[in-house]
């Protein structure tokens, strides 16, 4: 009897043994879905209810109508933000929604269409509910309520993303410690917050291209439509492409390195005999002017391009044209000096009289 007892024990620690060997050895998956066909699935969703933990979505470009639910530790990887496009089928609810998951990563998507919602659920393109170190990067989401919305998020990394033309750019309810940079932000509203905790809108300064095709990364882009961002309103001195000064967002919530617009300078002189000329008015062909000083030095901040430059200082000299100067970012080109040719001058006499 002791004997079948230990045989029965042995072989059950066995079979225990074997299934945990084989859990153990199973490999993440690669799943392809293709909305045209040719792939294992041709919907996104699909795709997800028939993965696991850790496996890999790898989505072919087209556009997808659909709401997508990520209940799983996956990474969903779209072939292009530009052509890989989810389109929500039901504008009231989220483009594409992440619930309760750890280790999460989207990127190369497109994410549009979550317009709808009633006043205290409005649907946003990316919605992320109870995560933890999600990744989300490399994304267009635009023309949602929110664009993306966090709500009790932590330790997500948010990067490289396009977040424009919603009504909030991002939201944030009783999340912290998630770090958010090299983002472009153009919206109605780009940042709102709720009870929310500390977070990192930028990372240290680092020599990389940035989302605006800056020289540096830092924090993000915070652009509106009407030209008075933060981003495009900052003063950026020397050139690397990162505001002088921080932007604050909210209590706990400051971007230390914003972005600014990649510029470089055209500098140069007016002259008349090689002599500056003080007072005369310097023009791009896009309509940027400014003034000589005394010494007629003259100086642009212009983003990268070709310019080419006109002088005038009625009513003494003619206007001249410079040789077009071209602009490259981070960086003082001087310009060939604008030389002046005075008008000639002369008097005039006569005499008026008057009618017999």
């Known amino acids: ?8 024990v042995h072989a059950l620690l066995t079979t225990v043994m074997l299934v945990l060997l084989m859990v153990g050895g199973a ?12 792939a294992m ?21 087209g556009i997808y109508n659909e709401n997508v639910i990520v209940n799983k530790s996956v990474n969903l990887t779209g072939s292009g933000a530009n052509v890989t496009i989810i389109n929500a089928s039901d504008p009231n609810s989220h483009v594409i929604y992440v619930s309760a998951q750890d280790g999460v990563n989207i990127r190369d998507f497109t994410a549009t269409g979550g317009t709808g919602g009633t006043h205290t659920s409005r649907s946003a393109g990316i919605y992320l509910s109870r995560t933890n170190n999600t990744n989300i990067s490399k994304n267009i ?48 509203n780009n940042f709102e917050n ?14 990389a291209t940035n989302i605006v095709d800056g020289l540096n990364i830092g924090g993000n882009f915070w652009k509106n439509l009407s030209g008075t961002g933060f981003s495009q309103t900052c003063t950026d001195a020397n050139l690397d492409g990162i505001c002088d000064s921080g932007y604050m967002l909210s209590t706990g919530n400051e971007d230390y390195l ?20 003080e007072g005369a008015v310097v023009a791009t062909n896009n ?17 990268a391009g070709t310019y080419q430059l006109t002088a005038t200082c009625e009513p003494e000299y003619y206007p001249d044209n410079s040789t077009a100067s071209t602009v490259v970012i981070g960086t003082t080109v001087m310009a060939q000096d604008i030389n002046l040719i005075k008008k000639p001058t002369g008097n005039i006499t006569g005499m008026v009289r008057s009618p017999d």
Request: proline content about 2%; overall charge neutral; aromatic content about 12%.
């Open 1 to 8: 009897m002791d004997r079948n007892r230990a045989f029965a």
């Open 27 to 38: 490999e993440a998956a690669t799943i392809t879905v293709n909305a045209s066909g040719g």
């Open 41 to 61: 699935y041709t919907r996104i969703q699909d795709a997800i209810n028939a993965s696991n933990n850790s496996d890999t979505i790898i989505v072919a470009a």
């Open 141 to 188: 989401i635009s023309n949602n309520y929110y664009g993306i919305y966090l709500f009790s998020a932590i330790n997500t990394n948010l990067s490289g993303n396009n977040v424009n033309s919603n009504n909030y750019g991002i939201y944030l309810m009783l999340s912290s410690n998630n770090t958010i940079y090299n983002n472009l932000f153009n919206n109605t």
């Open 194 to 207: 709720s009870i929310a905790g500390i977070n990192r809108w930028n990372v240290s300064k680092q020599t």
């Open 258 to 277: 914003p972005l600014a617009i990649p510029t470089g300078y055209i500098n140069g002189s007016v002259k008349y005999n090689n002599t500056g000329v």
């Open 287 to 303: 309509s940027v002017s400014t003034t000589t000083d005394a010494s007629g030095f003259f100086s642009f901040q212009l983003p």
